[in-house]
């Protein structure tokens, strides 16, 4: 009951088609393809002794190696470019300046909208990061933001 399949197939499987109906459309191609790269390379990688153990410490292994390689890829700088700055404020007078913006008639409904919960999002911000004070902090926002590639 340690290979991954087996116990799947015994303490899962019969709960989860109760609940969701045939799996994978009555293939069991998923299961037959992770039992190869699961069981099947991971044993012929062992000397045949212990081989429960030592597969599992190969699966951990892989899995190990396979988050490292997602993390450093998550890892690399993005480069924004900014385009059509809209506005630009003080943090401090910011209730001053959504009155005032209130009354511009180019605002569409979503700056309206996003300017009535822009102060209750960034408390929410402030509080999630315990950020106590930000004084001199001044609030830009552009009509577009683009990957470069």
């Given amino acids: 009951m340690k290979f991954p399949k087996f116990h799947s197939w015994i ?15 009555y293939t069991t191609e998923t299961y037959e393809s992770l039992h190869k790269s699961y069981v099947k390379t991971p044993y012929r990688l062992s000397n045949k002794k212990g081989i429960e153990e030592q ?40 209730s001053i300046f959504f009155e005032q913006q209130k009354k511009n008639p180019d605002l569409t409904e ?4 996003g300017f009535a919960k822009f102060l209750e999002c960034l408390d929410l911000f402030f509080d999630m990061l315990d950020i106590i004070s930000a004084e001199d902090c001044r609030i830009k926002i552009f009509g577009s933001v683009t990957l470069k590639i």
């Fill in 110 to 113: 979503n700056m309206i909208k």
């Fill in 11 to 25: 303490f899962h499987i019969v709960d989860t088609i109760r609940e969701y109906g045939a799996i994978n459309g």
């Fill in 55 to 94: 597969i599992m410490k190969t699966i951990r292994r892989k899995a190990i190696i396979k988050r490292r390689v997602t993390e450093e890829l998550h890892k690399t700088p993005t480069a924004l470019i900014y385009t059509s700055k809209l506005f630009e404020f003080k943090l401090l007078e910011a």
